[in-house]
């Protein structure tokens, strides 16, 4: 940050988020002349809060068209998927056949690398989705959109905390190109996907970032055993997994 200079926080702010969205997602921006590395990963989560609106305004739209919640929720997958390239739906399903679908480290990384989908990553691919869906259809349906935000917001900041507290398995690829963060540029990107959680759907952001916090040290702990580390796929994985976690949390709470 520029000092105390309130523009230049500003500016490095936007700039920084503006880096989030080039990582994270594939929507038409223009470059940056100095990409910050390590990454600011501590705007990630106003980056998906940024996503998540967009993805939600197409969902209001189709309810004010008159579909129903669950073409609506389905249109906000949809376009989810598209501006971010499937890249977090790519690392789940890799991820899935990857760490269920080897037998020892070398093999269960060459398995990430490929291109190919095998039956682990379609059955986490499909399920996760559905579940997805689901809780995104009953929150919808209940009028609680900024449930939808909030997980959307909470769900980046457990990509950060595994990138500065573990070390990358591969030693390439892109979690490894784009540097490894600090510690407190991790705590950051928490506080700021906790705030943003509060002020879009009050003290149930507490539960579901909680849920999100419990599902992100899981993933974690699997991940550190079977590979040793984590990888751009272990990352976008844990967005899909810790985002479904805080729906379903908010789910249960609101609906």
């Known amino acids: 940050m520029a000092g105390n200079d309130p523009s230049g926080i500003v500016t490095r702010g936007l700039h920084d988020l503006r880096a ?4 994270l997602s594939r929507l038409p921006l223009p470059p940056l002349s100095d990409w910050p590395n390590p990454p600011a990963v501590w705007a990630w989560p106003l980056a998906g809060l940024v996503l998540g609106a967009l993805a939600l305004a197409g969902g209001a739209a189709a309810l004010a068209f008159g579909l129903s919640p669950g ?3 389905a249109l906000m997958l949809m376009l989810g998927t598209v501006m971010t390239g499937a890249m977090h739906e790519d690392g789940l399903a890799d991820s899935c056949d990857g760490l269920w679908g080897g037998w020892d480290r070398d093999r269960r990384l060459a398995i990430m690398k490929d291109s190919h989908i095998g039956s682990y990553g379609v059955m986490g691919l ?6 997805r869906w689901s809780a995104l259809s009953a929150l919808l349906a209940v009028g609680h959109w900024g449930a939808a935000l909030a997980a959307a917001a909470i769900s980046r900041a457990p990509m950060a905390v595994l ?3 573990l070390p990358n398995a591969r030693g390439g690829g892109l979690s490894a190109s784009v540097g490894r963060p600090s510690q407190d540029a991790a705590a950051a990107a928490c506080g700021v996907a906790l705030l943003a959680g509060l002020i879009c759907t009050g003290w149930v952001a507490l539960a579901m970032a909680a849920a999100a916090t419990v599902v992100g040290w899981l993933l974690a702990r699997i991940a550190l055993r079977k590979i040793g580390g984590q990888t751009g796929d272990i990352l976008g994985a844990t967005q899909q997994l810790t985002e479904l976690a805080a729906l379903a949390c908010a789910t249960a709470l609101l609906t």
């Open 20 to 23: 989030g969205l080039g990582l």
């Open 71 to 73: 073409l609506a929720a």
């Open 126 to 131: 499909v399920l996760v989705t559905l579940a």
């Open 163 to 165: 990138m500065a507290a």
